[in-house]
């Protein structure tokens, strides 16, 4: 379990808000411009022209062979010349089909290279409605490419919710804030230090919209899905946010992520992994009916909030390991059926699971850091003898490390 996580995990980058405008409008102008192994097309027409004349040579070659003629056959031989040239005329004409092609292709590539680098200067913008009206654009040229071009659009939207953001500054108009304070040298003040901070103006707005455009087109009915691409949320500040029902079938990295206010995933499909390693979650966590098909990874995630993972199925391993619990979470009728791994684990003000599948593979509560009170409620209570086999350890209930 751990060997595949760590290989899905990558260290996670923050992009300076001052380099912004400057990295989105390298990647629209150079980046987003190559192609890796991409024919030119001059070779591509020498390669079309040489395969085109050696099949009317051969065509030629195999009519002389089939229809052998001689000098009182000069007729067949007219006619063996002209099948020959009208082969020569189709490889032209396949010649003109590629030219065209690959017209069309740059066209695109221009086209696609040209609204990128315009969406990306809108979110680069001072002005909140700017930005915003660039989020959109962004999201229109996702919408009408595929593959690695809706992924780049993607990553940009992503990567504007990585920028470091203060909530407190939120939804203020200020841009910029300089603090003043006495330089002392030596015990003696000499002086005085400016730290300027600049702000994003009304970014709340921003994000928020962005989340919205993703939670969208991640839905059984948007009109274009994004659900197969990767989406990376690392290191990120989300507000409130709602992505109940989407489907997420590349990964979703949501690694030492901060979630103020809910977090809604209820009846959220992650068909790939989904990585919540580190992550903070100080409203409610709500992933009831949530379907984990990969790795469901919370090491390390601090629940202050209620954690509902309801009816949740996790099919893949389930880390949890020296994951917190002190708001109370409920795990009632959820389904480990690839295992999980809950040891070092801090539960306090009260977690349950009943009426849980802990399935076949082994289920581990090894080592907590605390166990309660109140103690976590499972179906067997205080009978351990209907505890399954597979949940550890056996010798139950577990020894916290603060009652040792």
């Known amino acids: 379990m751990a060997g595949r996580v760590s290989a899905v995990r990558a260290q996670a980058r923050t992009t300076p808000t001052t380099a912004l405008r400057a990295r989105l409008s390298r990647e629209s102008r150079a980046a987003i411009g190559r192609r890796a192994g991409r024919i030119r097309l001059l070779p591509a027409v020498l390669l079309a022209l040489t395969a085109g004349l050696g099949v009317a040579a051969a065509a030629y070659g195999f009519l002389r062979w089939i229809t052998p003629v001689d000098a009182s056959k000069a007729a067949a031989e007219i006619d063996v010349t002209r099948v020959a040239l009208t082969v020569v005329a189709g490889v032209g004409g396949v010649v003109a089909l590629v030219i065209a092609y690959r017209r069309q292709r740059d066209l695109e590539q221009s086209r696609f290279v040209e609204r990128f680098g315009a969406a990306a200067a809108q979110l680069g913008a001072t002005d909140v409605a700017v930005r915003i009206a660039g989020v959109y654009a962004m999201a229109g040229v996702a919408d009408e490419s595929e593959g690695l071009r809706r992924q780049q659009c993607i990553d940009v939207l992503c990567g504007y919710l990585r920028l470091p953001y203060d909530a407190e500054h939120g939804a203020s108009g200020r841009t910029k804030l300089v603090v003043k304070a006495p330089r002392v040298e030596r015990g003696r003040v000499r002086g005085e230090t400016e730290e300027h901070v600049e702000y994003r103006q009304n970014d709340r707005e921003v994000r928020a919209t962005i989340v919205r455009v993703i939670a969208d087109h991640l839905r059984p009915k948007a009109e274009y899905s994004w659900s197969t691409s990767n989406f990376d949320f690392r290191t990120a500040h989300l507000e409130d946010v709602d992505l109940s029902d989407t489907t997420f079938s590349g990964d979703a990295l949501f690694d030492g992520a901060t979630f103020s206010g809910d977090a809604l995933f209820e009846g959220a499909t992650f068909s ?120 550890e350890p056996q010798d139950w209930p577990p020894t916290s490390a603060s009652a040792s």
Do not use: C, H, I, M
């Open 272 to 391: 790939g992994d989904a990585l919540f390693e580190g992550a903070t979650f100080s409203g409610g966590a709500g992933f009831g009916r949530a379907t984990f098909s990969g790795y469901a990874w919370f090491v390390g995630a601090t629940f202050s909030g209620d954690a509902r993972f309801v009816g949740a199925t996790f099919s893949g391993g389930a880390g949890f390991g020296r994951a917190t619990f002190s708001g109370g979470a409920g795990f009632g009728g959820a389904t480990f059926s690839g295992g999980a791994v809950f040891d070092e684990a801090t539960f306090s003000g009260g977690v349950g699971f009943l009426r849980v599948d802990f399935g076949a593979e082994t289920v581990s509560f090894a080592s907590p850091k605390q166990w309660g009170p109140p103690a976590p409620r499972f179906d067997w209570g205080q009978d351990v003898s209907q505890k399954p086999v597979n949940v």
